[in-house]
């Protein structure tokens, strides 16, 4: 796997929340043109993007804000997690309690709480940018 794209509305409020979260940002791109219409099948592509790479570089998300055509909904704003579809992402932290504060800083709201797997991880849900919903995991054992 290459990368994970996320459609954001705020392209900048989504690169710092990532940052934040320990991602790098590798890069960014105007995208445009015919290539892009055929590509993702929409006439007009008018975009934005940032690659973030994990600190590892194993992993990357592309961060699209789409100026034209313009987003769309496809359901409700903030979907429930057992929304079909892409469901979330999840980062392994050091520290989950000091990553939920610093995400706290650009928004992030914690689903539910912070829970323990057996004495093998704790774990939490958040909704950060856009609605994207990202997950933490802390190795505790």
């Given at each position: 796997?290459?990368n994970?794209?996320i ?5 900048e409020?989504a690169?710092a929340f990532f ?7 590798e890069g960014?791109a105007?995208?445009e043109?015919i290539?892009a ?9 008018r975009s934005a ?14 961060l699209?804000?789409f100026h034209?055509p313009?987003t769309i ?8 997690p057992n929304?079909?579809?892409?469901h979330r992402v ?7 309690d ?5 995400l706290?800083?650009?928004?992030a709201e914690?689903?539910g709480?912070v829970?323990?797997?057996e004495?093998?991880y704790r774990?939490?849900n ?5 609605g994207?919903?990202?997950a933490?995991?802390?190795r505790?054992?």
């Amino acid at each position: 796997m290459d990368n994970v794209a996320i459609v954001v509305d705020d392209l900048e409020a989504a690169i710092a929340f990532f940052t934040e979260l320990g991602m790098e940002l590798e890069g960014e791109a105007q995208i445009e043109g015919i290539w892009a219409d055929q590509t993702v099948g929409l006439d007009g592509v008018r975009s934005a993007i940032a690659m973030m790479r994990t600190p590892d570089g194993h992993g990357k998300l592309e961060l699209t804000k789409f100026h034209t055509p313009a987003t769309i909904t496809a359901g409700p704003l903030n979907p429930p997690p057992n929304t079909l579809g892409l469901h979330r992402v999840m980062f392994a932290v050091d520290d989950i309690d000091d990553t939920i504060t610093r995400l706290r800083r650009h928004g992030a709201e914690l689903l539910g709480e912070v829970a323990q797997y057996e004495n093998i991880y704790r774990l939490c849900n958040l909704r950060g940018p856009s609605g994207i919903i990202v997950a933490l995991a802390e190795r505790i054992g």
